[in-house]
């Protein structure tokens, strides 16, 4: 399985009263990072593939620790755990990547119910056959389900 990873700046307006990044500025990391892995399929061959929109039905996170400012980007790392007919589960974490002098630090361990959307239709619509075998090389196999849904 493929992880996804998005290096995401972070910004002085970003903190909070307590010096470190506000819970919700953590949505914006999410997103930004959702946004760019999904949008990969969609430029570069001119896919019409995602372009067309998508809403988030659900987010889930759980805060691990708190991250302050600082100049380097953070980065989040994002996979797929569930991929269904017209919605797909994806995963996350924002953190600092193991190094030979430091252990792996997991500030957040989020996930997203994404459904496509048609804008022009204003509804939800299915995953697309391209769309399917695009996020399959980000799908953890271990914690996966797909189905008809």
């Avoid at 959702?34 to 805060?63: C, K, N, Q, T, W």
């Avoid at 994002?78 to 919605?87: G, K």
């Avoid at 430091?102 to 204003?122: I, M, T």
């Amino acid at each position: 399985m493929a992880r996804f990873l998005y290096r995401c700046p972070l910004r002085w307006a970003d903190m909070d009263a307590f010096g470190h990044v506000n819970n919700v500025v953590f949505l914006r990391y999410l997103e930004e990072a959702r946004i760019d892995f999904m949008f990969r399929l969609a430029p570069g061959g001119g896919s019409p593939s995602f372009a067309g929109g998508s809403v988030v039905a659900r987010h889930e996170i759980d805060y691990k620790l708190p991250l302050v400012h600082r100049y380097e980007p953070v980065p989040v790392e994002l996979w797929v755990t569930e991929i269904r007919a017209a919605s797909l589960t994806i995963e996350y974490e924002v953190k600092d990547l193991a190094t030979e002098e430091e252990a792996e630090r997991v500030y957040v361990h989020a996930s997203s119910v994404v459904v496509p959307y048609n804008l022009e239709a204003q509804r939800p619509r299915r995953i697309t056959a391209e769309e399917k075998f695009f996020l399959q090389k980000y799908l953890d196999d271990e914690r996966s389900v797909t189905g008809t849904r």
